[in-house]
């Protein structure tokens, strides 16, 4: 394990010890609350330090499920509290269940655990608030220097402007070295004249740096391996731009990959017949439980829109459209009818936001993405999952193919209901906007797996929810 992943699971081990104590405190606390209002104890005390246990391990636990322990998780307070919300009442369902099949033979009171839960929502957030606005942890952040001022190094000061892009680490500045692009470089940055020779390992050890990032226009010649390789001999990180960009915002900067770096770099795994049934088999459960809870919305959407538009025009309610799916197989999508019937008469067009061919019903189901609903059909077909990078029209793809390096490894993975880039990036109105979706999109490619597929959902929920559509 490397010193930064190193330094990141030790914030998390510690972050997640303190929230561990604060929940015992709370159900001691509301233990002393309840026995103040009832003459009677909520329970004795073995039972109290079991259920105090019990509950504060699966608050920990649905915690870590939702990403609440994820350092790179660049999410708004708000966002913060709602997932408090998630891995509470999670652990208070299960706590009921567990009180009402193995451990019934403890007594309970019946306000305790609302009391406990209800607390714990309280001061988690509380304490979450310092945490990540204060940071009064001391834990510190990473100190990283670059090595590079050109147009590659720029990419940084371009992406990561806003102090929150920055939380996990500390930029001490960027040293430029002979072969940058100045022109294109760094402009607002602070510069470090600095020689990377044998006093280098004086200047790293000097301003306590983790890490350095190679970022240089040039490395052929510019580049001191052993003074680079003196470093990672003793603890400090030396990192790709690459990779350090993948890492800090979840996008992959397509347009400066090379191919060594997709050959040795980790993820892209393979996809397997098990882990495809798999899929398969939860994606059709998930599509059921969203279908039982969303008929009766589908059904008032379907009647809305026949008497808008449907009745006069003779269109259909239901919208299909020719889709690239998994390994570039074509599929119809269907959703529902949120444009005029004649909204292409002139050709394909992109989709933009305030497009003035959507209806006024389309301009509702769009934001809460009702529109979408009908592809449920589509999971339960196998054409799509979930999660994964929104489906694209073969028109658009024949063109993005030819403009975008790499855009056809999107097609790796099946296409989804939700997407990585779909929470990070808008509509696309251009080749441009497909090449920004692109980086999202591969990142998702890269780093599939349960836990992101969870948080991709969770996020959006909050996008239906509250009406985030993008």
């Known amino acids: ?42 329970l004795g005390l073995v039972d109290l330090f079991t259920v105090i246990g019990l509950f504060t391990f699966l608050v920990v636990v649905s915690a870590l499920s939702v990403g609440l322990y994820e350092t790179k998780l660049r999410e708004t307070f708000r966002g913060i509290i709602r997932r408090i919300f998630v891995s509470v009442a999670l652990a208070y369902f299960v706590m009921e269940v567990l009180r009402n099949t193995f451990i019934s033979q403890l007594e309970i009171h019946q306000y305790f655990l609302p009391f406990f839960a209800g607390l714990t929502i309280l ?8 945490v990540n606005r204060l940071g009064i942890l001391g834990l510190g952040q990473t100190k990283i220097i670059v090595i590079g001022a050109g147009e590659r190094a720029s990419i940084i000061e371009k992406r990561m402007r806003r102090e929150v892009d920055r939380v996990g680490f500390e930029l001490l500045g960027f040293i430029p070295i002979p072969g940058d692009n100045r022109e294109e470089g760094i402009q607002n940055e602070k510069l470090i004249h600095v020689k990377i020779d044998e006093n280098f390992r004086n200047f790293i050890s000097d301003n306590d740096i983790d890490e350095v990032v190679i970022a240089c226009d040039q490395r052929r010649g510019t580049l001191p391996v052993e003074i680079l390789f003196d470093c990672r001999l003793r603890g400090v990180e030396v990192t790709d731009l690459l990779d350090f960009m993948e890492r800090e915002t979840g996008q992959i900067v397509v347009n400066l990959m090379y191919p060594s770096w997709v050959i040795y770099s980790n993820g892209f795994n393979s996809q397997n017949y098990l882990r495809d049934a798999l899929d398969y088999g939860v994606n059709c459960i998930l599509a059921s439980l969203v279908l039982l809870i969303a008929w009766p919305f589908m059904l008032l959407t379907a009647i809305i829109i026949f008497f808008e538009d449907v009745r006069n025009s003779k269109a259909s309610i239901f919208y299909k459209q020719e889709r690239v799916g998994l390994n570039g197989k074509l599929f119809n999508i269907i959703k529902f009818r949120s444009m005029r019937p004649d909204a292409e008469k002139d050709g394909a067009k992109w989709a933009t936001t305030n497009d003035s061919r959507v209806t006024k019903i389309g301009l509702f189901i769009r934001k809460y993405r009702i529109d979408e609903l009908p592809q449920l059909l589509n999971i339960f077909r196998g054409e799509m999952s979930f999660i994964g990078p929104r489906p694209e029209r073969p028109q658009f793809v024949e063109q993005l193919i030819r403009e975008i390096p790499y855009y056809n490894q999107r097609h790796n993975v ?14 696309g109105a251009s080749v441009e906007d497909s090449m920004e979706k692109l980086k999202f999109d591969l990142y998702y490619v890269k780093h599939q797996s349960l836990m992101l597929d969870i948080l991709i959902l969770i996020r959006t929920v909050e996008v239906v929810l509250f009406g985030k559509g993008r």
């Open 1 to 42: 394990m490397s010193f930064g992943n190193r330094k990141e699971v030790r914030r998390s081990n510690i972050l997640m010890m303190l929230e561990a104590i604060f929940v015992s405190y709370v159900g001691y606390l509301s233990f002393e609350l309840v026995t103040q209002f009832y003459s009677s104890p909520p």
């Open 123 to 130: 001061v988690i957030v509380i304490f979450r608030y310092f």
């Open 414 to 427: 099946k296409p989804g209901l939700a997407g990585w880039a779909q929470l990070n990036y808008p509509y």
